[in-house]
């Protein structure tokens, strides 16, 4: 497969043909696909935009949604197998602003299964087409994105730096949904520089945005972070009772991959109640989630 560190040569050179060989959505189905993407749903954007086993993909919006979809669900490297293989070696007369967000997506993509230095390679692409096509909502994204590298990297203030460059832009673009991720990764930053306080006030800005915008998945996310500061503070009841609440919304979008993380800190909650046979049972879901 075409590796990541081709794309920065490749950005602005020649055209290349793409084939048209997927059938484009009908407009109504695209449309609830987006839809069901809007709130979280991704196992249904899934099985809305699977493709059939032998098409022969194209860089299409309903490609670049199912990719991501796959990701929300776990499946990183499927995803990443996708955009590697729509990818045109070129821009050439590839949509602009699906290509950023497909390179875009392909360094979370990376990042997620620890692929580190590809992932800043993209996303520093994502970053540069995104200044050249005066794309706000992009650079702000790919920003972002970087402070989550940085973050794991153990660099909390270059993480920092990140996100609170990218915040003024998503609230001039009144980007609820953004700028939810954007205060639950301030939260989880915080949270692993001891910053308990700092931690839960940003996951509470989170939980805020995702629930204005409607994406229960995301603020679930913040309850779980919320419930991980819960822990680090002694508070293993309330920590657990977050962390179910959490585990309720992830079952029902279906959300495996959060389902795991949410039954894991409920028996790390368990565990710090002396619960052990709870405690087992948590972490075994947990694994049976991923």
Known sequence: PRRIHRLRAH?????????????????????????????????????????????????????????????????????????????????????????????????????????????????????????????????AQATNNLGAIANLQGRYEDALWHYRLALPTLQRMGKQQRLAEAYHNIGITFRDTGELEEADEHERRAIEHATESAVPGLAAMGRVGRAEIAL??????????????????????????NEADAHRLIGTACAAQRRYADAVAGAQRALGSL
Request: glycine share 8%; hydrophobic share 50%; with cysteine.
């Open 11 to 139: 950005v602005l050179t020649t055209p290349r043909t793409l084939a048209d060989a997927m059938l484009p959505l009908s407009d109504s189905l695209l449309t609830t696909a987006r839809q069901r993407a809007a709130a979280g749903a991704w196992r249904e954007v899934a099985a809305l935009l699977s493709p059939p086993p032998d098409a022969d993909l194209a860089l299409t919006e309903e490609v670049v949604l199912f990719a991501e979809a796959l990701m929300r669900m776990g499946e990183e490297r499927r995803a990443l197998g996708v955009l590697r293989d729509v990818l045109p070696e070129s821009l050439g007369g590839a949509d602009r602003g699906l290509y950023r967000r497909a390179v875009n997506m392909m360094g979370v993509a990376c990042f997620a299964i620890g692929e580190l230095e590809e992932a800043k390679t993209a996303l520093h692409v994502a970053l540069d087409m995104a200044t050249q096509g005066d794309d706000l909502l992009m650079l």
């Open 232 to 257: 680090r503070r002694g508070d293993a009841p309330l920590a657990e009772t977050t962390a179910r609440l959490a585990l309720d919304e992830f079952e029902r979008i279906g959300d495996p991959r």
